[in-house]
């Protein structure tokens, strides 16, 4: 009866989660507000990587990147209508990759959970840094802080994986490493907007409720 119970727990934080956006719009479902979480199945992991690269702000996100590397002549695709489609793939295929095998396939495999922990206290400096630790730092299934293999993993796979689709004048170590980086960075980004933004909004709008 308590495995059920903390399932169906688990199960009811990730609906929350999926609903979280910041400033309204930007989806942020693998950010937690609460210290002590019930760990998540395997299942529900994968169901909140899923949400995350199938929700229409991730399309429009992709699109305008891919706008941005056909107007600066990123990676050696071509210049037209169809070059911009090719950009959007390989911009896609990246933000898939990496959300699906860092945060639902590995965090699986090696029982990690997969989403940021808010800090909410601290100094300002405290708290970026807690942000910056995060592709490094993550809470096991077990509740113990470990290296995070799985996010470090997701990286370099889906670098690893670009180099299949990206020209062959692009590919290599660097695509690799260069993919690698833009994903954390994206990882650390949507940090910050949860440690900074979402909570405050969050309780103003409780504060409201009250």
Same mark, same amino acid.
């Given at each position: 009866?308590?495995?059920?119970?903390?399932?169906?727990?688990? %199960?009811?934080?990730?609906?929350?989660?999926?609903?979280?956006?910041?400033?309204?719009?930007?989806?942020?479902?693998?950010?937690?507000?609460?210290?002590?979480?019930?760990?998540?199945?395997?299942?529900?992991?994968?169901?909140?990587?899923?949400?995350?690269?199938?929700?229409?702000?991730?399309?429009?996100?992709?699109?305008?990147?891919?706008?941005?590397?056909? /107007?600066?002549?990123?990676?050696?695709?071509?210049?037209? %209508?169809?070059?911009?489609?090719?950009?959007?793939? /390989?911009?896609?295929?990246?933000?898939f990759t990496n959300n699906m095998i860092g945060g639902a396939v590995l965090p699986s495999i090696l029982h990690q959970d997969p989403r940021y922990y808010y800090q909410g %206290?601290?100094?300002?400096?405290?708290?970026?840094?807690?942000?910056?630790?995060?592709?490094?730092?993550?809470?096991?299934?077990n509740g113990q802080r470990q290296p995070n293999y799985s996010s470090l993993g997701g990286y370099l796979v889906s670098g690893a994986i670009a180099n299949a689709y990206y020209?062959?004048?692009?590919?290599?170590?660097?695509?690799?490493?260069?993919?690698?980086?833009?994903?954390?960075?994206?990882?650390?980004?949507?940090?910050?907007?949860?440690?900074?933004?979402?909570?405050?909004?969050?309780?103003?709008?409780? /504060?409201?409720?009250?």
């Amino acid at each position: 009866h308590a495995v059920v119970s903390s399932q169906e727990i688990a %199960t009811e934080q990730v609906s929350v989660e999926e609903h979280q956006r910041v400033l309204g719009f930007i989806p942020n479902f693998f950010a937690v507000f609460d210290s002590k979480p019930v760990p998540l199945t395997p299942k529900l992991k994968f169901k909140l990587a899923f949400r995350t690269v199938t929700d229409p702000v991730t399309f429009l996100g992709t699109g305008f990147l891919a706008g941005t590397d056909q /107007a600066t002549d990123k990676s050696h695709y071509q210049e037209s %209508t169809k070059g911009y489609f090719q950009r959007f793939g /390989a911009r896609y295929g990246n933000t898939f990759t990496n959300n699906m095998i860092g945060g639902a396939v590995l965090p699986s495999i090696l029982h990690q959970d997969p989403r940021y922990y808010y800090q909410g %206290t601290g100094t300002t400096k405290s708290r970026i840094l807690h942000v910056v630790s995060y592709p490094f730092i993550s809470r096991g299934d077990n509740g113990q802080r470990q290296p995070n293999y799985s996010s470090l993993g997701g990286y370099l796979v889906s670098g690893a994986i670009a180099n299949a689709y990206y020209p062959a004048s692009n590919r290599g170590p660097k695509l690799l490493f260069s993919t690698a980086l833009v994903d954390m960075g994206g990882t650390m980004a949507n940090g910050l907007l949860a440690e900074f933004l979402m909570h405050a909004k969050k309780q103003r709008s409780q /504060a409201g409720g009250n």
